[in-house]
């Protein structure tokens, strides 16, 4: 589903990403742990397509990721804070945001899909200046599904929610994952990486120093190798 | 580029907009402006009536004269009033510093007067509220307060990185957003022209020229509001914060409203200096005296005329002439004067029209210049269409004394004896009605739109540059 071969990138003389190759499949749910600035935005960036590569090629279903290129159609994005628009409710953003991606869904569907993503239907017609960070990233989530993305690319998606937001958060992206989608998800957090991921990347400075198998590791060890990498 | 989806951005930005309270803050006070800039452009288009009936009394007074000495008629003189064209309701353009009353008489070129600057505080100079001011100067305003932060508050909130990964374009962002925005402002422009045309539409002086004239203001400002939505959204792409994008676009409306304006005037004035009205006036009337004194009989210009006369009709005193020698002899002054008038006059035009030439091609890098000099040629309130009324008033005036003199050359003889009402040099009173009265012609809209040719092309240049800045933004733009 995702690859990436010899995936590069450099701002100036800084290598922000240095030959990153890793693949991604259906019904993975892959966390790349890093510090700031190790090259997990950088690599989701490239595969949405919002820069392009110094060297390699990052792939989406086979086809090669660009500015140029059409594949953002396969993919959904939920950024960090989803911040989207203030003084619309979480129905107006949601039908916006899915209309801009060709998909035109009743009120009704628009309603089923926030609930799908976990909000509450009195929570459907309020301003999203009202949102909490969990509450908002509900929207992203269904803005996500709205499209019917095979994959999704996530920017440190938990950092700031509650226990109980990142449960949710958690519960939801494994039905995404049974679902037949695959995750991309950068992250700082460790547990969380361990708990939902199929597969986990450690970056450090560009490279990707290390992978391991979420079945063959737990949350301890993977600290340990966290600390020790960076 | 799918223009489904830039209609989609284009409705969500203006209902995004609409979702503020801001803008109903906005709409508030540019009605409060609307409402007084209507109620000031239709009082000052009220003076029409007021001048009308002057222009009537002048006239009921020039043909109220008895019968009498034409040249007595010549020196009595008339009354020009200028006409406001009912399209200065919505400009007023350079009208309350120019007169628009002067008085016609023989040998003498009166300065038009009245000018409402000469009878108003120096409040006046900072410019009156018309509905074209508020459009040229506070629309800029409203559209760069409502767009500056159209897409670099999307790039500050992250929600660019969202957009574009839900498959939009940055061309199909950018032009979503500039129509949105122009939406907007058409809507804020709106109310003004509709105003404009039920004001037209009540006006009975209203013709073809005007509807003409008033579709081409409507298409003016609606392609000055697309070009400051397009550079509006422009600098938000291009800008690192919303800050940073506001003072740049306060920067620009100062640099498009005030500053290049000014400079324009002052560089012009600098550049093609007019020399003061009592200069003007004293270089004229020694010319004229180096021709001769039309009124003094011993003036050597004159006595050598008188002899050469004498000698063609071959008799030795003007008395004996065919024809009155002192009509005779007024209208070749009137000729000679009314000739140094005009070139010195046609001088000091070149000289204002060199300055105007050069606020004119500054309108090529200045879409506000252009604007406001298409939208005053158009109201008939620009400088070209008052010296087209001072040139007519002259006209006028030339015509009238020319027919004095040549009623008192065909009818006034020293060798008669008797006349109407036992005065022996008159010319009946029919004869000053059978002059026609003077009745003031707008300029035409050929001739207004070949004055502003320069501002007509920097409004298409601008259109096309806007357009082309926002392609060329939509390669090069960061979402990151």
Known sequence: ?230 | MRIGIVLLIAKHFWTSVFKTRTIYLLMAIVGILLIYSVYSGTRYYDQNHFRSDHQEMARKSWEGNPDKHPHRMAHFGTFAFRTKHPLSQFDFGIESFTGNAVFLEAHKQNTVNFSEAGFSTGLLRFGELSMAMILQTILPLIIFFVGYSAIVSDREHGTLKLLLSQGASWKEILFGRSIGLAWIAILFSLPFLLITLWLLINDHHSSGDVWTRFFMISMTYLLFALILSLVTIFVSTGSKSSKNALVKLLGLWMLMTVLLPRSSQALGSYFYSTPTKLEFRSKIEAEVIQHGDSHNPNDPHYQALRDSVLAVHQVDDVTELPFNYGGFVMSVGEEISARIYNKHHNELLEQYRNQNKLNRWLAIVNPYLAVKNLSMALCGTDFESYVDFQLQAEIYRYELAQKMNELQIKHISPNRVSGSEGKTHVVSREEWKAFPDFEHQYLSIGRSLKNESISSISLMLWTFLAIGLIVRQSKIAKAI
């Open chain 1, 1 to 230: 589903m995702l690859e990436a071969i010899d995936l590069s990138k450099m701002y100036g003389n800084h290598e922000a990403l240095i030959d990153l190759n890793l693949t991604v499949r259906t019904g993975e749910v892959y966390c790349l742990l890093g510090q700031n600035g190790a090259g997990k935005t950088t690599t989701i960036n490239l595969f949405l397509g919002l820069i392009n590569p110094s060297r390699g090629k990052a792939l989406i279903n086979g086809k090669e990721v660009n500015i140029n290129s059409d594949t953002n159609q396969m993919i959904a994005y939920i950024p960090e804070v989803v911040q989207l628009y203030g003084n619309m409710d979480g129905i107006e953003n949601l039908n916006f945001f899915s209309r801009l991606s060709g998909h035109t869904y009743s009120k009704k569907e628009l309603v089923e899909l926030l609930e799908k993503a976990g909000l509450k239907k009195e929570d459907h017609t309020k301003k999203l200046s009202s949102y909490s960070k969990g509450m908002r990233q509900k929207v992203g989530i269904a803005i996500a599904l709205s499209k019917n993305a095979q994959a999704i690319f996530m920017d440190e998606p938990t950092s700031g929610l509650d226990p109980k937001a990142t449960d949710e958060f958690t519960t939801i992206c494994k039905e995404l994952v049974a679902e037949d989608k695959c995750i991309f998800m950068a992250t700082h957090d460790i547990f969380n990486a361990v708990n939902v991921g199929s597969r986990i990347g450690i970056m450090n400075e560009g490279k990707l120093v290390h992978t391991a198998d979420t079945s063959s590791i737990n949350a301890n060890e993977l600290q340990e190798l966290y600390l020790k990498t960076i």
